[in-house]
């Protein structure tokens, strides 16, 4: 049974990558060198149509804050440094954002599902809440390789502790600052939501574990990553 179900979670990922290469095909598998800096405007070209998804303009903002505020290596870079714990397709060049887009259209498709969401025990989530959800599916690994731009030939590798790291992109986009009221809550949800994407696999070398899910929203944004 495990390794049906193993099975069948491989294939619906590859449909939905299927799905989004036919919807959003604007991506460019370009060389990009790890010096090299993109613009604001290149960082989000990167995503193509996908940022379209996103109607409320408190979420507009802080998702293209988060991205334009992302360094240039994650916009290149492989999921993992080490090429480990997820599938080939979303390895080597730009798999990074394949992943996290590919994250966002799965809990997209899951949050479009009666039954799933009466499982999650979700059914009453509200437009916003859903839009929260799929904002912190497309940023939870944002932090992956650090907050700050790398210098000339740098060496750079995954880090365990980015759940907790986006709290610093979130600064370093002054969203902390600029954010009052419900539009700060809506941020802190989104936060909450990253933070714990790594499921039961909380443990960082040499420092604190991290977070794990405690809610129904968080467990889910888990399981679409």
């Known amino acids: 049974m ?5 099975k069948l979670t491989s294939h619906l990922f590859y449909v939905i990558m299927y799905l989004w290469f036919k919807r ?13 800096k993109l613009t604001d405007k290149q960082k989000l ?4 149509e996908c940022l379209k998804e996103f109607k409320y303009p408190v979420i507009q ?13 994650y916009f290149g870079a ?3 440094s080490t090429g480990k714990h997820h599938p080939k397709v979303v390895n080597g060049l730009t798999g990074l954002v394949r992943h996290s887009v590919a994250t966002m259209l799965t809990a997209k498709e899951l ?14 989530l509200s437009e916003l809440d859903k839009e929260i959800i799929l904002a912190a599916s497309l940023l939870h690994d944002n932090a992956k390789y650090g907050v700050e731009e790398k210098e000339g030939d740098e060496k750079y590798y995954t880090l365990g502790e980015h759940p907790r790291l986006f709290k610093e992109l979130v600064k370093k986009a002054g969203l902390h600052k600029e954010l009052k009221g419900e539009d700060l809550k809506i941020l802190y949800k989104i936060n909450n ?14 420092q604190k574990d991290l977070a794990k899910p405690s809610s129904y929203a968080q467990a889910f944004v888990h399981m679409c990553d």
């Not at 070209?45 to 193509?48: E, L, P, R």
């Open 45 to 48: 070209k990167t995503y193509g």
């Open 61 to 73: 903002n802080i998702v293209k804050k988060i991205i334009i505020n992302t360094p240039t290596i």
């Open 78 to 80: 492989s999921t993992s």
């Open 111 to 124: 949050l479009d599902n009666d039954i799933i969401m009466k499982v999650f025990q979700m059914s009453k």
């Open 24 to 36: 959003y095909n604007s991506f460019k598998l370009t060389d990009r060198r790890d010096n090299v």
């Open 193 to 206: 939501l990253v933070e714990t994407h790594m499921g039961q696999w909380t443990k960082v070398r040499h």
């Open 2 to 6: 495990q390794k049906l179900l193993k």
